[in-house]
């Protein structure tokens, strides 16, 4: 400012302020004295701040060309009182100056007391009205991720900046947009993560976006302004592979059609559609029937066809072909080389409607012994063979007999020949044997047999599933087959000495004799006269009133003995019913 423009700010201050004709006088007067204070010391892009100026007193002449201010304009001066006035302060573009003052020069400024002298500086404050911009982004390393693997990329800004919210950075993967979101990192570094998802691939590298998205949070510097989203100097990406298409099933393998029987072996081989590790043991599970079981994993890790093996156990029958259940881990893994889980669904299997199961053995429920003891019919539960591939009839060597003579008359018994039940000759398949017996000797009803199976390998079922050893008919008694004793019908009768009485009569009884011949009739010690105290007719005999009459009353035995034979005895009640002789007393 000029020194006439200065003079006459002064003068026509005076004037305004009345105090000219001070000049006519010998008095003093001391100059104002100011104050400038930014309200916002930190200022950032698109900000202002209101400026004060507040004086010790009212005064005149102050416009903004005297106030200057470092890396920024001031505009709208204005007062309502001459003492405190307002300016705006706008902060120069593009631009960081941590140290600004504004300067006040008071020479222009005029009060009552005089003219201002001198400078008066503000406080300070700050200018950054420079947008934090992406410097670089360092990438993950080249090499192949697969399912469940981090891609890591680290934003490296221009200046220290804060984060809110989750922004992330785009990525395209094959076809496939991702992102990788913001995890952590306040200052210059911030660090952003995809974890690879199932079911991509990309063999020529992952392509990172051009600029970030926010998301709805922000990336601010310490000045509030908000950060450019551009990536620039984006580390290279052409061998980042990514390859998370899981190893999947393409067929299954299944065993031949046929009837496996118990302790044979069904073999499944799982074909994937790439090579895999294999840790601990797998199992692919199997429905027998109504039955479930595990196919357990045999062998063929680090390739790309998996054995599984079940060795069939006893008591399992399915008829129309087993089936599968589930490919299970039990806690352990299936795996790719870049560590993708197999997908356990079971595709293409083969048709396993021809794998039918028969491991339960035959078993001897039942048996009959024939008349004469001529036979054993043996009754098994189904049809039985001599050979472990279900041919070929029974013969007598695939069953052993087991004799007990208990002190009968029979000294041995033996196997004779095996029969169908109708007597036609084994074909093999049959469910029921007639054993055909060697018996030496006459029985006595004492002697005890026991048909078994020859050993644990002598007789099987179609499916070649062996008798247990263990099985039998049980023990079996033999028929008496001596000539039976004489039989005496009645072997009791009653006899009364009164003879008025209806039981005062001759006693018959009739005799069967199976062959044998009476030797004697006694009564105790003493014999019995034929024709006079019995009569003898075929097989009749008749005991004679006359000879029970001089029978004591009470019971008679009498013995009749037989030749080569038990004798048998006939109790005879005598009574004596007759009337007592009344007396005269006339």
Do not use: C
């Not at 001391?30 to 010391?41: K, L, R």
């Not at 002449?61 to 001066?77: H, I, P, V």
Request: glycine share 12%.
């Amino acid at each position: 400012m000029d020194v006439a423009r200065k003079m006459w700010k002064w003068v026509l201050g005076l004037i305004i302020l009345g105090v000219l004709p001070l000049f006519s006088t010998d008095k003093a007067f001391a100059a104002p004295t100011a104050t400038v204070v930014v309200v916002d010391d930190l200022l950032g892009i698109d900000e202002t701040s209101q400026v004060t100026i507040t004086f010790s007193e009212s005064v005149t002449g102050l416009d903004l060309g005297d106030l200057s201010a470092e890396n920024g304009t001031l505009s709208n001066l204005q007062t309502s009182d001459n003492i405190t006035y307002f300016a705006t302060l706008t902060p120069t573009h593009n631009i960081y100056a941590p140290t600004n003052v504004i300067t006040l020069d008071n020479t222009g400024v005029i009060s009552g007391s005089g003219a201002g002298g001198g400078t008066t500086p503000s406080n300070n404050y700050s200018v950054d009205t420079v947008r934090p911009a992406v410097a670089s982004v360092s990438v993950p390393a080249a090499g192949s991720y697969g399912t469940g693997k981090n891609l890591d990329f680290t934003v490296h800004m221009s200046e220290p900046v804060f984060v809110s919210g989750t922004p992330s950075i785009p990525l395209t993967i094959g076809t496939t947009v991702v992102e990788a979101t913001y995890i952590s990192g306040t200052g210059t570094d911030a660090l952003f993560r995809y974890t690879v998802e199932a079911g991509l691939l990309d063999t020529d590298g992952i392509a990172v976006g051009t600029a970030l998205k926010l998301n709805g949070g922000s990336i601010k510097d310490l000045a509030g302004n908000d950060a450019g989203v551009t990536l620039f100097n984006v580390g290279g990406t052409g061998n980042v592979i990514v390859e998370s298409i899981l190893p999947k099933i393409n067929g299954i393998t299944v065993p031949s059609a046929a009837t496996y029987k118990n302790g044979d072996t069904l073999s499944f081989t799982v074909m994937m559609s790439e090579n895999v590790t294999v840790t601990g043991t797998p199992s692919l599970s199997l429905v027998i029937g109504a039955t479930s079981v595990q196919a357990a994993y045999s062998s063929g890790s680090g390739t790309s066809a998996l054995v599984f093996r079940y060795i069939v156990e006893a008591g399992l029958t399915d008829t129309d072909g087993i089936a599968f259940g589930a490919l299970q881990l039990n806690g352990v893994s299936m795996r790719d080389v870049l560590d993708n889980d197999a997908d356990l669904t079971l595709n293409n299997a083969g048709s396993m409607s021809g794998v039918l199961i028969d491991s339960s053995a035959p078993t001897i429920t039942g048996r009959a012994l024939g008349s004469g003891n001529a036979y054993v019919d043996v009754i098994f539960s189904e049809g039985t063979f001599t050979l472990s591939n279900g041919t070929g009839a029974l013969t007598p060597s695939d069953l052993r007999l087991n004799f007990a003579s208990n002190g009968g008359g029979a000294s041995a018994v033996s196997i004779l020949s095996l029969k169908k039940t109708d007597g036609g000759e084994l074909t093999g398949g049959e469910t029921a044997i007639r054993v055909m017996l060697d018996v030496t000797g006459i029985p006595t009803g004492h002697e005890t047999i026991e048909i078994a199976p020859a050993d644990g390998a002598s007789i099987y079922d179609r499916a070649g599933n062996a008798v247990e050893g263990s099985q039998s008919t049980g023990t079996v008694t033999l028929f008496d087959l001596r000539d039976p004793d004489p039989v005496i019908s009645p072997i009791s009768a009653s006899f009364d000495k009164y003879a008025g009485a209806s039981a005062n009569r001759d006693i018959t009884t009739t005799l069967t004799l199976h062959g044998k011949t009476l030797a004697s009739l006694s009564n105790g010690a003493t014999p019995l006269v034929p024709g006079t105290d019995y009569i003898l007719s075929g097989d009749t005999v008749t005991i004679l009133k006359a000879y029970l009459a001089a029978q004591p009353v009470g019971t008679t035995s009498l013995t009749f003995a037989f030749s080569g034979a038990t004798a048998k005895t006939l109790a005879i009640a005598v009574s004596d019913t007759t009337p007592a002789r009344s007396s005269d007393n006339g």
